[in-house]
């Protein structure tokens, strides 16, 4: 171990660290026995103007520490720098400023760790299909370890937005379409970022975004505009922010959109009324990047210094990359303007999240102490949540699993069999294609020299016109007892600014398929996608489909392992997926309408007689050639197993407000084989102060079965789980019945009554 020559600091493995607090800091930082608000009120009390200013800015790193960013930090003008990922620079970076600066306030370093670091994770959504809270925590768990690694302690995840609309390219980094299940794999993921203690090594402070409504922007195009009517923010797009918030949530990140005219880096009603009125946050808020400067694009400030004060009147903590803050707080305090208390409170919030992750008693990284990057656990992780991440759309005639020794030989064929890079998806800035295992390597391993493989791309990517490669495909599937079809979106087709109007399989991806089919041999499709897919035009030529998203560094294996039968898929879906388009926005827990459509009143425009009359067919709420049903509904997911449920009971018929209903079904695993099974229940509130959806998913529990087993399956139910915002936007439970309904997806039929009385 060699010392540098500040006093204080020892190179450890070539990466500075600190050894003890110097002198001057000492006798400067308030004591770390003190609580954290009375630390953040004395610091604030030393602070200059220009210091508190400095801590309201974060500048992306320009990859080396020049003159210019060792003046800025030293001179304390920096609250956070965004993407240094390796500790070396990190310790560098925390030195400097711990050091080097006035009253030596340690940096947030920042980056978007969003489903992994090395070890990439499926995308959020995938692992939202897992219906798992305890696998996405522990998947975080890992991303949290190997960023920590790299120095970082900070990430931009998650992301929480209810997200309705397939083609809104962020879908892919969200959980899906419901705001219950959004809320707990929020709190799991923060739990699994942030850890039971913030301050121990290897955990990171998390960020809930984007505040708020962003999954709604209009036409699923990103960054467009949104509306949300209040009582639908209420009741569908902020509890997960809420729940992340309880749970305890570092930071949260104001969204690039607008909502009802007024965009959320200048949204005091979010910011202020709802974040920290309601909610009480005294956290740490940040714009996204440059949104504050964007405030001028938006047409809701003229120039960069009224963008400043309406940012920080709303209560935007700390600006991202643009110069409001730097160039004009200093001057709207002068001009009486913004009042120094205002500054105060929002540099409070960052110091207080530099506080909670104990950053000033040791802002350093030493990643000898942290597991190693992309090990054997971390890996094995990935590998279940890619496996519980599946989804099984369709399954002919038992065509999966396949059976290895009923195959002489197999065609695998299409542009994500063996695309390394490809399976990761979107936001992977740190992971590393080469530790990828693709589904053909997998399957080769899995099936070693007892089927013989043949690999054909097809196409050159998903995306291609170029249908050359169709001969040989075709040559291979000849010679094959059966195909299977690796097909989808690469990564770049999904994330954000990549959004699609049309969300069939891109390219001649259709063409190959039905080329495929045509040879007659069992064809399973295997879809690796950033987002839900029109895959109605391919259903009827294939024995079975599994949407696989984009899995991950150990997507191949999880694949391979449904594939051959190792383990049934068990994922389910987490957003609905259209028949068409056209469809959207479509979701499980909509309104009933003053006309809702039933199967008598809805007549397809094939079948509709020539000159009708106007009413007498339907007169419903349908499309004419879409019906009103989704092609795959929210919750949906088959297995190899075939589960039943029966003997749905409640404990009461009638609840009063301070009872708890529980409800209880039994489900059967009718098969010779384990699987898991993903229950979920439902319920409906008949009659509110405000319309109520059709069902709305109260609970979920993952559990395996053993062949032939039969196990009472218990959910609890108390009044808080049926509340909702009423017209006047409180939280109200409101007497009346209800109806509850436990199944394997959200189109389930066992249903059960009750009434909910009031004191
Ligand atoms: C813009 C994205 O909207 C946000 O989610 C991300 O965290 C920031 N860029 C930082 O990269």
């Known amino acids: 171990m060699a010392s540098s020559s500040r006093p204080g600091l020892v190179l450890l493995g070539g990466i500075l660290l600190m050894n003890a607090p110097s002198a001057g800091m000492t006798q400067q930082l308030p004591s770390a026995d003190e609580p954290i608000e009375s630390r953040v009120a004395s610091l604030l009390d030393r602070m200059t103007l220009e210091e508190k200013i400095g801590q309201m800015i974060q500048v992306n790193f320009p990859g080396e520490i020049g003159p210019d960013l060792r003046a800025a930090i030293e001179a304390g003008g920096l609250g956070s720098l965004l993407n240094v990922v390796d500790a070396r620079t990190a310790n560098e970076i925390q030195a400097i400023v711990t050091e080097g600066s006035r009253l030596g306030i340690p940096l947030l370093l920042g980056r978007d760790v969003i489903h992994g670091f090395r070890t990439v994770l499926p995308i959020p959504l995938g692992q939202a299909a897992s219906f798992n809270p305890e696998l996405v925590e522990r998947g975080a768990r890992v991303a949290a370890l190997e960023a920590a690694a790299a120095g970082v302690n900070w990430t931009f995840a998650p992301m929480i937005d209810v997200s ?11 959980f899906g379409e419901d705001p219950w299940l959004t809320s707990r794999l929020a709190v799991a993921m923060v739990n699994g970022f942030q850890g039971g203690d913030l301050a121990a090594a290897g955990t990171i402070a998390a960020t809930a975004k984007h505040f708020a409504g962003y999954g709604a922007s209009e036409a699923g195009r990103d960054y467009n505009t949104t509306n949300i009517p209040e009582n639908e923010l209420r009741n569908v797009y902020l509890p ?7 749970a305890g949530v570092v930071s949260l990140m104001a969204s690039f959109s607008d909502i009802d005219g007024v965009p959320a880096s200048g949204n005091r009603f979010l910011m202020q009324d709802i974040l920290r009125g309601e909610w009480g946050f005294d956290g740490l808020v940040v714009s996204d990047w440059v949104s504050i400067e964007q405030l001028i694009d938006h047409g809701f400030a003229a120039d960069l210094r009224e963008a400043a004060f309406k940012a920080a009147d709303a209560g935007i903590n700390m600006e991202m990359v643009s110069r409001a803050y730097a160039d004009h707080l200093a001057d709207l305090l002068r001009d009486g303007e913004i009042s120094l208390a205002r500054i105060d409170e929002l540099v409070a919030g960052i110091l207080r999240a530099k506080f909670r992750l104990g950053l000033f008693e040791n802002p350093y990284t030493d990643p000898s102490e942290l597991p190693e990057i992309a090990n054997p656990e971390h890996l094995a992780v990935a590998r279940e949540a890619a496996l519980q991440s ?4 369709r399954n002919e005639r038992g065509a999966l699993p396949l059976d290895v020794d009923d195959l002489g030989s197999i065609a695998v064929i299409g542009p994500m069999a063996d695309d390394p890079y490809e399976q990761l998806g979107t936001w992977v800035f740190d992971g590393d294609p080469s530790l990828s295992r693709t589904p053909l390597q997998a399957i080769r391993d899995m099936v070693g020299d007892r089927v013989r493989i043949r690999y054909e791309r097809g196409l050159e990517t998903t995306r291609s016109r170029n249908t050359e490669g169709f001969v040989a495909a075709l040559q291979a599937v000849a010679e094959a007892d059966a195909v299977i079809a690796f097909l989808g979106e690469e990564s770049i087709l ?4 990549h959004s699609r109007a049309d969300i069939d399989l891109p390219g001649s991806q259709v063409e190959l398929l039905h080329a495929l089919s045509e040879a007659g041999k069992p064809v399973i499709a295997v879809i690796l996608a950033g987002r839900p897919l029109t895959v109605q035009n391919i259903l009827d030529q294939v024995d079975a489909l599994i949407f696989a998203w984009h899995p991950g560094t150990m997507g191949g294996p999880a694949i391979a392992d449904a594939l051959f ?3 049934s898929p068990s994922g389910k879906l987490p957003v609905t997926f259209p028949k068409v388009v056209g469809q959207i926005p479509i979701y499980y827990a909509h309104k009933n309408t003053g006309k809702p459509a039933t199967p008598e009143t809805y007549v397809h425009l094939d079948d509709l007689p020539v000159r009708a009359v106007q009413s007498a067919h339907g007169m419903t709420s349908h499309h004419l050639d879409a019906g009103y049903t989704p092609l795959f509904p929210f919750g949906f997911g088959l297995s190899y197993a075939h589960f039943s449920f029966a003997d749905m009971e409640l404990s009461a018929a009638v609840i009063g407000m301070e009872d708890t209903l529980t409800v209880e079904a039994v489900l059967t695993n009718n098969s010779d084989i384990a699987a898991d099974e993903v229950v979920q229940l439902y319920v409906r ?8 959806p059709v069902r ?18 218990t959910f609890e139910l108390d009044a808080a789980d049926l509340a909702f915002y009423g017209q006047d936007m409180t939280l109200i439970t409101e007497p009346g019945q209800f109806h509850v309904w436990i199944g394997g997806s959200s189109d389930t039929d066992l249903r059960a009554e009750f009434t909910l009385v009031g004191d």
């Open 696 to 713: 709305e998913l109260r609970g979920v529990q993952r559990l395996r079965l053993d062949a032939r087993e039969s196990r009472t399956v």
């Open 390 to 393: 599946l989804v099984l759309l």
């Open 685 to 692: 509130d008949l009659v509110g102060d405000v319309t109520r």
């Open 494 to 497: 999904s994330g954000e600014a």
């Open 240 to 246: 997960p922010f809420k729940a992340a918030v309880n």
């Open 565 to 567: 039968g190792v383990e």
């Open 164 to 174: 309705r609309d397939p083609r809104w390219g962020r879908i892919a980094e969200s």
